[in-house]
């Protein structure tokens, strides 16, 4: 990793996830090298992280509760806010039972290795988020992947699964977070009831956003009730931390007992549970922020398009734009930054469909001219990049199934990096 990392900031100049933000002053904005930035990198879609009476929940819940619980869930790290944000949480996303851990992350952990034992199948969309493919590793069950979104594909894996269906997940997320690219739940669901198999469904880029009362996009397709795990974060939308895991299972409460994710963890600080039930009602009651989360992404996708930028064509809070080469989208990204504009630049493993990626998500809270800016500065750096000369076959920097291959110096024999 040390050399790779290297490689890479001698190849492109700097390190884009190593970017240190001096300020943060409002949802959209902050300050980086001493300069101002428009921040279309975040995942707070709602804009709800400065919002002054998720403040003000907190800061009393600081003064009356103390600033961390020192305890688990299962000790005495129980509070009011835990149990009471957990009921409104359960009606909200119309599951009998939610639990809340500490992060999405572990939400995920928990709820795949909490309720998977030896002899299950997870069945899994490679696209899905790191957290899950750590649970299932966590868990003794049998991995199993399919292509992304591929239906015929999971079909395929179902079919060919001699366990009892009774012993299958399928784990998949509404909304992933690197293209920004939708499940088709519908049929998902569709094909899980055919088999009879189980479903978990990570709604963490689509809580807030989708739905009427932004409850999901499972719940907007109207088949939440077919969805036996919904597992979310409070990192994203709500503008905080944690995550949960919710079912309607009449047992699903043992998931406190077998998740150890939730057990040998401390729980949650009273503060954050104190904002995420003030982020919830504000979420539910929230139509005015989600329609101009809408008009926001159509507006920056559409001129993303009108330029000839390689986006999906998706209803995403999450705008991506695709590029070949690493060295071009650097080069995008750079001049992005020093225009006054941050987004997320994101290269294999980590991206989805192998490409390099530069992340923009819209923020209900952006302004139209601030998007306009944006698509002017994407112009600008586009057409520069396209200016320069291509880069030397030999300090290109190519991806393979193993890593990144990066020559270490110009004219060197490429190596691969895993
Ligand atoms: N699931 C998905 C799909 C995610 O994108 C993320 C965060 N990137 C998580 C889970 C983890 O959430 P958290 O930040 O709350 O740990």
């Not at 933000?21 to 428009?38: F, M, Y």
């Not at 750590?134 to 069950?141: F, G």
């Not at 294999?348 to 530069?358: K, L």
């Amino acid at each position: 990793m040390a050399r790779r990392r290297r490689g890479l900031v001698a190849l492109i100049g700097a390190n884009p996830l190593e970017i240190r933000l001096e300020r943060l002053t409002s949802p959209t904005d902050g300050v980086i090298a001493g300069r101002p930035v428009k921040l279309f990198g975040t995942n707070n879609y709602l804009g709800l992280t400065f919002d002054p009476d998720i403040q003000a929940a907190a800061i009393r819940a600081i003064r009356e509760e103390g600033v961390g619980t020192t305890a688990s869930r299962v000790a005495s790290g129980n509070l009011p806010g835990h149990y009471l944000f957990e009921e409104e949480l359960a009606r909200f996303v119309h599951k009998r039972t939610a639990i809340v851990f500490s992060t999405g992350f572990q939400a995920n952990l928990g709820a795949i290795a909490g309720v998977c034992q030896a002899g299950d199948v997870v069945v899994v969309d490679e696209d899905c988020h790191a957290s899950i493919y750590d649970a299932i590793k966590l868990s003794p069950a049998r991995k199993l992947k399919f292509r992304h979104n591929d239906l015929a594909h999971l079909r395929g894996v179902l079919a060919g699964i001699a366990e009892p269906m009774a012993r299958v997940l399928v784990v998949v997320e509404s909304v992933y977070s690197s293209a920004g690219d939708l499940a088709p739940l519908a049929e998902i669901v569709a094909i899980k009831k055919e088999f009879g198999c189980h479903l978990l469904v990570d709604e963490a880029h689509s809580l807030g956003m989708y739905g009427e009362r932004g409850d999901g996009l499972a719940a907007e397709l109207g088949v939440i009730g077919d969805v036996d795990i919904l597992t979310g974060t409070f990192s994203k939308s709500f503008g905080l931390i944690g995550g949960f895991a919710a079912s309607s299972h009449p047992d699903f409460y043992c998931l406190r007992y077998t998740a150890r994710a939730f057990m040998f963890t401390a729980a949650p600080p009273p503060s954050i549970m104190a904002a995420a039930r003030v982020s919830l009602a504000k979420i539910a009651a929230g139509t005015e922020r989600r329609a101009r989360l809408w008009q926001n992404s159509k507006h920056l996708r559409a001129g993303f398009q009108a330029q000839g930028v390689r986006t999906l064509d998706v209803r995403s809070p999450v705008v991506s734009a695709f590029f070949d080469d690493l060295t071009e989208c650097y080069q995008v990204w750079s001049r992005l930054l020093d225009a006054g504009f941050y987004a997320n630049m994101l290269m294999p493993p980590a991206s989805s469909h192998g490409g390099c990626i530069i992340r923009f998500s819209v923020c209900s809270e952006h302004k139209p001219e601030e998007i306009d800016a944006l698509l002017a500065a994407m112009h600008r750096a586009r057409s520069a990049a396209a200016g320069r000369e291509k880069t030397a076959p030999e300090r290109q920097v190519h991806f393979s199934p193993v890593g990144v291959v990066v020559p270490e110096t110009a004219g060197a024999e490429p190596r691969v990096e895993p």
